[in-house]
């Protein structure tokens, strides 16, 4: 199993979730709710950590196994959903516990739909925005995104692929090539 590569794949893969906060940014200038600090910080934090953890690993440039795509994926899943967490956290946005923030979070990306929240109508609006553009990453498969990215950063994603399919689906391609069938995916969803 290649770890290194595994934490380098994850750090690039975080400096692209970071890119999910401006569009609630966005939404927060838009509305003027006041918590543009919220997505600002988070921006910078996601953005900072993956920048760190690609710099140490990124001379490690191994060809990925099946073993890797799993790996891959675990830490991928656990970190968006706890990164996704930190806008849910902050005192400056809706002060959610760790548990509840961690909740609402891994509930979107996993569209779930749950929720801890009890007043969904009055929180801000880019805070609406952001839980369900999490919804959004979730139901389109985070994996398949990073997959549609990952061979124009020159690092194969087929492993990925199989680790995220459930059952015998995973062995039969939509497309012949794996970012064709992310993009054709994205394009419909």
């Given amino acids: 199993m290649h770890i290194q590569v595994a934490f380098r794949i994850l750090g690039l893969l975080l400096m692209l979730f970071s890119l999910t906060m401006l569009p609630p940014l ?6 003027d709710d006041g918590i543009e600090i919220v997505f600002i910080d988070t921006f910078v934090i996601t953005l ?4 760190f953890l690609w710099s140490l690993f990124h001379r490690y440039q191994e060809d990925m196994r099946i073993k890797d795509g799993f790996l891959i994926t675990f830490l991928f899943y656990t970190a968006l959903g706890t990164f996704g967490a930190l806008p849910f956290i ?10 509840d923030a961690l909740f609402e979070s891994f509930s979107g990306l996993t569209t779930t739909g749950a929720t801890v929240i009890p007043a969904l109508d009055d929180l801000p609006e880019s805070i609406l925005f952001y839980r369900q553009q999490l919804q959004w990453l979730g139901g389109m498969g985070i994996i398949v995104l990073a997959v549609a990215i ?6 194969g994603g087929m492993q990925l692929y199989r680790a995220e399919t459930p059952g015998p689906v995973k062995d039969s391609k939509l497309t012949p090539r794996i970012t064709q069938t992310a993009l054709w995916l994205w394009s419909i969803y």
Avoid at 26 to 31: A, H, I, V
Avoid at 90 to 99: E, K, Y
């Fill in 48 to 51: 900072l950590s993956g920048l």
């Fill in 26 to 31: 966005f939404c927060s200038w838009l509305f």
């Fill in 150 to 155: 990952m061979p124009m950063l020159g690092i």
């Fill in 90 to 99: 902050q005192d400056a946005g809706i002060n959610l516990s760790i548990a």
